[in-house]
C-alpha cells in the first residue's frame, strides 16, 4: 500500500506525464482513486481509469479517460453492469467488450445495435488474452461493425502478472 504522496513521487520517477488506473477493479476504492486522479491532474498528468462498468463512473473528472468494460456472457458477469454508466461516457471514453466466442460476439452485436446509436465514445472489442485476432476481425469486417479490434496487450506482455 501507498499513500497518494507517495504514488506522487513514484509517478515522478517515470519522467512521463500519463498513467492509467487500474488493477482489479479500481473503484472499490473510490475516495482513494478520485483523490489521487485529482493530484495527478493538478499536476498535468494525462489520466485514464479502466473500470469493470460494475460500479458507478460518476464523479471521475472530466479530464480523464475512462475504459470502461462491459462484461459478456463468458465472463459470468454480463449482469453485474450498471447501465446508467453508459450516459456517463464521453467521446475521448471508450466502451470495451472482452470477446471468448461466437455467443459473447452475439451478445456484444446486439449490445450495439441497442444502445450504441446513443453512445459517442469508442466501441472496442478484444479477444480474450490478446490472441485470436483474426476471427474476430474477419467478422467485424465481414458484418461492417463500427468498431475497433485489438489485442488485450496486457496479457500478450505480462500474462497474469500482477502489479505492472
Known amino acids: 500500500e501507498m499513500c497518494i504522496e507517495d504514488v506522487m513521487k513514484e509517478a515522478e520517477t517515470y519522467g512521463i506525464k500519463r498513467g492509467c488506473i487500474t488493477g482489479g477493479e479500481p473503484l472499490l476504492q473510490r475516495d482513494d482513486v478520485l483523490e489521487l486522479m485529482e493530484a495527478l491532474i493538478s499536476k498535468k498528468y494525462e489520466i ?39 450516459k456517463a461516457l464521453k467521446e475521448k471514453d471508450q466502451l470495451k467488450f472482452v470477446i471468448a466466442d461466437e455467443e459473447d460476439y452475439r451478445y456484444a452485436k446486439e449490445f450495439l445495435s441497442k444502445h450504441g446509436h446513443g453512445l459517442e465514445c469508442e466501441m472496442i472489442f478484444q479477444p480474450v488474452g490478446g490472441t485470436g485476432l483474426k476471427w474476430l476481425a474477419e467478422k467485424v469486417l ?23
Do not use: A, C
Open 48 to 86: 485514464s481509469i479502466e473500470t469493470n462498468g460494475s460500479l458507478p463512473v460518476e464523479g471521475i473528472p472530466e479530464e480523464v479517460l475512462i475504459s470502461m468494460d462491459w462484461k459478456t456472457p463468458s465472463s459470468g458477469e454480463q449482469d453485474k453492469m450498471l447501465e446508467s454508466n453508459l
Open 142 to 164: 465481414e458484418e461492417r461493425l463500427d468498431v475497433r479490434v485489438l489485442p488485450q496487450l496486457h496479457k500478450i506482455i505480462w500474462g497474469e502478472e500482477r502489479g505492472v
